[in-house]
């Protein structure tokens, strides 16, 4: 009784939190006028199919590649720099150590809005601000390099130090045992983090708003502003809009969703 009490919990939980995902594709199927409909319709009575008039309309396949080129730059930045990081964190123990994994944490409890403004000031007096694509990529960089360094540790923290030591005694180095048997053992670890790092970077607004000042060069965050106006606001258009965007994100979440909760679990019970 107990187990279909918390079951029928759990669904309830699940549909108030996908609710508004629903409404967002209902929104966007819906005419303008059964928008604002009082009592509000759950089904359209007039389906409307905007999705490739939007597309056209806004140029969001110039939006979408802007934000495609942030988010894999960011990636692969953060999987460079953060990788080894993790991988220091993982295995030193000392004061120090738990000194620098505190100020990473401390790191990432900063948000964007609080940052954007030194950022902007520094990025300007150096120049960068003549390539925004650049300067973006590394506000967000060291924005998202505190979780990756966190959850790419705890992977790290899953592999036995016994393998690595095993290797050191054979005669490798500390950084071929670290790229020879570390790394392989970790990269689904580090994969799902990647993916993680991604989708986090793809949706990066408050940089790319502030940084880029170049219209062809916004992301597809930054596009939805182009239904907003003065007076009045697009809302079917915001909705189809935002469907076409989440979409593929929904889909990439669904096809990787037990790599994702086994890598944000690794090294729990450790």
Known sequence: MKRYVLLILGLAMTAIYLFPLYWMYLTALKSSTEIFQYPPTFWPSDTQWNFLE???SRDMGRYIWNSLLIATGVTILATTLGTGCA????????VWIEIALFAILMMQVLPSSLMVT?????????????SPRIAVILAQTAKVLPLYIVLCRATFVQVPRELEEAALVDGSSRIGAFFHIMLPLARNGILVTSVLIFLQSFGEYVYARSLIAKNELQ??????????GPNANDWN????????????????FMLLQRRIVSGLTAGALK
């Open 54 to 56: 939007v597309w056209k």
């Open 87 to 94: 991988y220091v964190l993982s295995r030193v123990r000392n």
């Open 118 to 130: 030194p950022i902007f000031v520094m990025f300007n007096q150096i120049g960068l601000l003549a």
């Open 219 to 228: 992301t597809a965050t930054v596009g939805l502003q182009t239904f907003m």
């Open 237 to 252: 258009g915001i909705m189809t809009y935002a469907a076409i965007y989440v979409t593929p994100i929904l889909i990439v």
